[in-house]
């Protein structure tokens, strides 16, 4: 089957295994490992004297401050690793948290290194480092050697004096010891081995280098659940500024819309009450007015509460809640909820308020003659896709796509956003199903 050829897409007339030995990546890598044997010698013997001498003086009060410097250290030699790895393995690892004492002093730095799982993981890496950097060292400058060398024999050859011997053999060097390669055939066959070595020999080196970026990456890394807790402080300060939000916006749809027209109705009815006795005609037209502001503040009551949770989506669940936010778009909206089960009820709540979020701004902003609304579960996951036939156009960096993303973020959700100019905009979110 043909492969259709993209603008800017480079195509290389030599298949992989014979570009590979002259390609940045290798000879990137294969310094990195040269480079690995120095520095892993450095970073043992220093690791290993200053741990040992941490351990040997821990009886006396000496020892706790040298092994917190020697864990200090050897985060040092981290730093250093993980520049290297960026440079010449492209691989780029986030820096670990720095150690944060939770008191001040010496005495309060020390606990926290000494307590620190990332400075442990440091002095392992600098320790085991090293046994691996000398066979990675060895067998890839071998290879590399021995292939480049026979390769490139007939080049070089000429280099060795040559003696006759016994009966016509040729001899190198002082003449004892050795035959000299000078045929054709020998030199061929020479030359083939090399080639195979040469050719070989960038894959043995992206395999060293792969082990390489495990150890990076294992090691010294900020650890998983360090991760975790700076992600869930995160999104804890997202969960509480959109609440804060959210409480605004009720206040300020209070104050300004039902608390309002209920002041200004109950100014009404006061002036009808006093003309009821001198003029029963305004008076009784000022309560039809009256009156007709009392549904209008019903219905902003509705629609606020609506906002918050409806009770639809209590007492009947997403596909009746989403069916009656659909009926109030102004284009028409084709809804599909395929769930086998209600998700949790927080999760429930934010599916709803996702919807109706993308459903006004197709409403507002997208120009679009129809919307779906298609929502379902896959494994542990609930999907959420809207899609209109607009303008397209819709940006991700705008407050009401952004917002939504970081209410999604907060509960480990994730939102997709697919909008080419001229259309359509297909908008996809994801949330835990924690049912």
Same mark, same amino acid.
């Given at each position: 089957?043909? @492969? ?14 014979? *570009? ?5 990546? @290798? ?47 050897? #985060? ?13 393995? #492209? ?11 939770? *008191? ?71 003449? @004892? ?19 195979? /070595? ?7 080196? #992206? ?5 390489? +970026? ?21 999104? +804890? ?27 200004? $109705? ?6 009808? &009450?006093? &003309? ?10 000022? !309560? ?6 009392? &549904? ?7 629609? $606020? ?6 009770? !639809? ?14 009926? +109030? ?23 709803? /308020? ?14 679009? #003659? @129809? ?14 896709? !809207? ?46 199903? +924690?049912?």
């Amino acid at each position: 089957m043909a @492969t259709a050829y993209r603008p800017g897409t480079r195509v290389h007339s030599l298949p992989p295994a014979l *570009r590979a030995p002259f390609e940045g990546r @290798t000879w990137r890598e294969f310094g990195y490992l040269l480079l690995s044997l120095p520095l892993s010698v450095v970073f043992f013997s220093l690791a290993l004297s200053l741990t040992a001498a941490g351990a040997g003086l821990v009886v006396t009060f000496l020892g706790v401050p040298v092994l917190a410097a020697a864990l200090a250290v050897c #985060r040092g030699f981290g730093a250093v690793e993980r520049a290297r790895a960026r440079t010449l393995l #492209r691989l780029d690892v986030a820096d670990p948290a720095p150690v944060r004492p939770r *008191r001040d002093g010496a005495l309060g730095w020390v606990g926290a290194v000494l307590k620190s799982g990332v400075s442990w993981r440091h002095l392992l890496y600098s320790l085991v480092h090293l046994p691996w950097a000398v066979f990675a060292f060895s067998v890839s400058l071998a290879f590399w050697t021995y292939g480049w060398g026979l390769l490139t024999y007939p080049l070089w050859q000429w280099v060795f004096p040559v003696y006759a011997g016994i009966d016509g053999l040729q001899l190198y060097g002082d003449g @004892t010891h050795g035959i000299y390669l000078d045929s054709p055939f020998e030199l061929t066959v020479t030359s083939a081995i090399g080639l195979v /070595f040469t050719l070989v020999t960038p894959w043995i080196i #992206r395999g060293f280098a792969a082990v390489d +970026r495990l150890l990076v990456a294992g090691l010294l890394g900020p650890s998983r659940l360090e991760d975790r807790v700076v992600e869930l402080e995160s999104d +804890r300060g997202v969960v509480v500024d959109t609440a804060a939000a959210d409480l605004r916006r009720i206040e300020r749809d209070l104050h300004d819309g039902a608390q309002a027209r209920l002041v200004a $109705l109950a100014m009404d009815l006061g002036l009808a &009450k006093e &003309k009821m006795a001198e003029d029963p005609r305004a008076a009784a037209r000022m !309560v039809d007015e009256a009156h007709g502001e009392v &549904k209008t503040a019903l219905q902003e009551l509705r629609d $606020l509460a609506r906002g918050i949770h409806p009770a !639809v989506l209590t007492d009947r669940g997403l596909d009746a809640a989403l069916s009656s936010v659909a009926s +109030r778009c102004t284009v028409p909206v084709r809804v599909e909820v395929d769930l086998p089960a209600r998700p949790a009820p927080a999760i429930e709540g934010i599916a709803y /308020f996702t919807v109706s979020e993308l459903l006004q701004n197709v409403s507002k902003h997208s120009g679009a #003659r @129809t919307a779906s609304v298609d929502m379902w579960r896959r494994d542990d996951r609930l999907l959420i896709q !809207v899609q209109d036939d607009g303008r397209g156009g819709a940006d991700m960096a705008g407050s009401g796509l952004g917002g939504l993303t970081e209410r999604l973020e907060a509960v480990d959700g994730l939102l997709v956003v697919d909008s080419p100019a001229g259309g359509p905009t297909v908008i996809t979110a994801e949330l835990p199903w +924690r049912a």
